[in-house]
């Protein structure tokens, strides 16, 4: 019979065993992420990725919406999921060193089960509709089976991953282009002549529906159902969020799935080559900044360029475009700044920052649902209320100000204790024990 594993043999993994530069990144990404999502914080849908609702154009507004869709968009998230693969590596494999048996995978799973619980509180508690926990404990459960594959075969999966995405995204466009296009002919025919079948007038119904949100006064109308569902009642602002949330659920598990098992397995690619833990040579860094951010970034040009000349009207541009290479631009462009940031690592200048960042990296889970909290309270109306109240160049001073909190909290905290609340919280869960939290020596905390 096996023996019950000691307390030592368990426990979290120690300062010790900390890999300073995956802290560091985490920071850096947990931050970034915020830039992303508070458009959907505190800007009405559709307002948050159209600027032209609130005819934004040629103002400072619009500047700010171009520069981060076609800049940051969707890269912290990746960079996110590629350390939480790397994350998969360190927490099994410490496990497996000590332990035999099942007993690293029962607690990696009980890990992930509570990662889910974590996730359910984070969209029906502090009503955050674009909560990305589930998709974590869930996807990271399958990328377990993978962790033992070699970097070729990590990259293969990819790749691989990358192809469905790619395609996945081209099939949604081109079911967008048969609703027009089947609707466009039907609305040509003379009904005079030609009765519409059951089917035909199912399709002119999809076809009318999808254009009419896409008018300016289908958008305005979202908007304003947006504003008053937000700055209403708790019970209106908890089923607005929470269904929209239920609504996409289903989609965004299927179709962004290839996403995320995209980056978990160049995470864990990049930490098995030593990329994501500085080791790799200097010319890999420079390699992936330039052929990222040289790609990624004229992809990106040339994706929203159809977008504005339609005028955000995204009925006329699906009809327009030939082809969707959203997934090709965010994949050079995270890799892109993966490797300046690794590039700025290297450099040994900006210490200083990576430093300063760690500890946001390490209080990642806890500066997460911090996100949620700050900015529920600020935007949404059993708060401050500020929802649709200020200008899109304007949240983001919100972004500054949450980024000036978390820093300065991030530090003090972890200066006395061991672990952020949230973290702490998750392991004691995980091991089914209280975990230690404060330090018996506190200078201890930064160390290696």
């Known amino acids: 019979m096996t023996s019950q594993p000691s307390a030592n043999l368990v426990a979290p993994t120690g300062q010790q065993e900390r890999i300073i530069i995956l802290d560091s990144l985490r920071g850096f990404a947990i931050l970034g992420i915020l830039l992303m999502n508070i458009p959907s914080f505190g800007l009405p849908v559709p307002t948050g990725h159209d600027p032209s609702v609130l005819n934004e154009w040629n103002t400072i507004n619009f500047k700010v919406w ?15 999921s590629m350390l939480f693969g790397a994350g998969i590596l360190l927490f099994v494999g410490g496990k497996e060193k000590r332990l035999e048996g099942l007993l690293p995978a029962d607690y990696f799973f009980r890990r992930q089960l509570w990662l889910i619980v974590f996730s359910l509180f984070d969209v029906f508690v502090l009503l ?36 469905f995405m790619l395609a996945r995204e081209n ?40 254009k009419a949100k896409t008018t300016p006064e289908g958008r305005i109308k979202r908007m304003e159902k947006a504003i008053l ?17 239920i609504d996409d659920l289903v989609k965004y598990l299927f179709f962004g799935i290839w ?10 690619a990049f930490f098995k080559m030593g990329i994501l833990t500085g080791q790799a040579n200097i010319k890999v860094y420079w390699g992936m900044c330039i052929i990222g951010l040289g790609a990624g970034l004229t992809l990106s040009y040339f994706r929203l360029q159809p977008l504005i000349a339609a005028q955000f009207n995204w009925y006329e541009y699906t009809k327009n475009i030939s082809f969707s290479f959203y997934e090709l631009s965010r994949t050079f462009r995270s890799i892109g700044i993966l490797g300046l940031l690794m590039l700025l690592y290297k450099s040994g200048l900006f210490k200083w920052l990576f430093a300063l960042l760690r500890p946001v990296g390490q209080m990642a889970f806890t500066n997460y649902l911090m996100q949620s909290l700050l900015c529920g309270l600020f935007f949404y109306g059993i708060g401050f209320g500020m ?4 200008e899109r160049h304007e949240v983001y001073y919100v972004v500054g100000a949450v980024w000036l909190v978390q820093i300065i909290y991030s530090n003090i905290w972890l200066h006395y ?5 949230m973290e702490w919280a998750w392991r004691s869960l995980t091991y089914w024990k209280k975990q230690p939290m404060k330090k018996s020596n506190p200078k201890e905390v930064l160390s290696p």
Not at 187 to 199: E, G, H, N, R, Y
Not at 229 to 245: D, I, V
């Open 259 to 268: 996403d995320v098992l995209l980056f978990m397995f160049l995470g864990m």
């Open 171 to 210: 099939r949604e466009l081109y079911q967008d282009k048969k609703i027009i296009r089947q609707g466009e002919m039907i609305a040509a025919m003379d009904t005079a002549q030609t009765k519409l079948t059951v089917i035909q007038k199912e399709q002119l119904g999809a076809m009318q529906d999808f």
């Open 229 to 245: 569902k937000t700055q209403g009642s708790y019970e209106n602002l908890y089923e607005y969020r929470t269904n929209r949330y």
């Open 66 to 80: 171009h520069f981060v869709d076609w800049f940051p968009e969707g890269t912290q998230r990746a960079i996110f």
């Open 387 to 390: 929802y649709g109240k200020l």
């Open 417 to 421: 204790f061991r672990f952020g609340p």
């Open 128 to 163: 955050w509709w674009g909560d990305i926990l589930l998709d974590y404990a869930c996807l990271g459960m399958i990328m377990y089976s993978f962790r033992k594959l070699s970097p070729k075969a990590l990259l293969i999966g990819a790749a691989l991953c990358f192809t």
